[in-house]
């Protein structure tokens, strides 16, 4: 069972978390929705943010925009990663 609570995180959220894990393994298992990822998880540096990033375009189909988007913001947490996820998957089914 995972700290992030499917229902606090949503299925989107759940697929968000399932890339951290494949890159950080138990670390993100047992990491808080609103942890700061790169306190939470060893090794997230901006190599690894930028990684998470690729992984999340890939996973939803869509690209980030660097210049427009506060990344930083967005990718800190995993409840943030989910809700900019979400935002961005409404604004293509629109």
Same mark, same amino acid.
């Given at each position: 069972?995972?700290?992030?609570?499917?229902?606090?995180?949503?299925?989107?959220?759940? %697929?968000?978390?399932?890339?951290?894990?494949?890159?950080?393994?138990?670390?993100?298992?047992?990491?808080?929705?609103?942890?700061?990822?790169?306190?939470?998880?060893?090794?997230?540096?901006?190599?690894?943010?930028?990684?998470?990033?690729?992984?999340?375009?890939?996973?939803?189909?869509?690209?980030?925009?660097?210049?427009?988007?506060?990344? %930083?913001?967005?990718?800190?947490?995993?409840?943030?990663?989910?809700?900019?996820?979400?935002?961005?998957?409404?604004?293509?089914?629109?």
């Amino acid at each position: 069972m995972h700290t992030a609570d499917q229902t606090e995180i949503g299925e989107i959220g759940t %697929r968000v978390l399932a890339l951290l894990e494949k890159r950080f393994g138990d670390a993100a298992r047992s990491l808080a929705p609103d942890a700061d990822l790169s306190d939470a998880l060893p090794g997230f540096d901006s190599l690894a943010a930028l990684e998470y990033v690729t992984a999340v375009e890939g996973e939803f189909g869509f690209e980030v925009d660097f210049v427009g988007d506060d990344v %930083r913001y967005w990718f800190s947490t995993l409840v943030r990663t989910a809700e900019y996820v979400r935002e961005r998957v409404e604004d293509q089914a629109a």
